[in-house]
Nanobody, 126 residues
Framework: QVQLVESGGGLVQAGGSLRLSCTAS????????MAWFRQAPGEEREFVAN????????YYADSVKGRFTISRDNAKNTLYLQMNSLKPEDTAVYLC???????????????????WGKGTLVTVSS
């Protein structure tokens, strides 16, 4: 079992920044990649970014490329998402997830994720 807890969400004006954190606990040793997804009201869950836990190789959705940065601190078992130049359309609940499938592109599909956090709400005002 892996437990994931997100934090760092809040209300920010368009153009502003936020940094989200996701702390992992439990049996994290076999995790291949960690990812951020988001879900806006009335919308389907959407992939944001993932990172291979050992190598640090990153992969982004086109909608956030150049604005968001995913990173991790292995020693702290913590995943981060630095979000800059935020737009109102970035408003969503942001969830972190853990993936064991050893193909990074597959770890961009929500059906591939084995564990999920409960999410943290990000609201971007115009």
């Amino acid at each position: 079992q892996v437990q994931l807890v997100e934090s760092g969400g809040g209300l920010v004006q368009a153009g502003g920044s936020l940094r989200l954190s996701c702390t992992a606990s439990g049996r994290t040793g076999s995790v291949y990649a960690m990812a951020w997804f988001r879900q806006a009201p009335g919308e389907e869950r959407e992939f944001v970014a993932n990172i291979r836990w050992i190598s640090g190789t990153t992969y982004y959705a086109d909608s956030v490329k150049g604005r968001f940065t995913i990173s991790r601190d292995n020693a702290k078992n913590t995943l981060y998402l630095q979000m800059n130049s935020l737009k109102p359309e970035d408003t969503a609940v942001y969830l972190c997830a853990a993936c064991y499938t050893r193909v990074q592109a597959v770890c961009a599909k929500d059906a591939s994720m084995s564990y999920w956090g409960k999410g943290t709400l990000v609201t971007v005002s115009s």
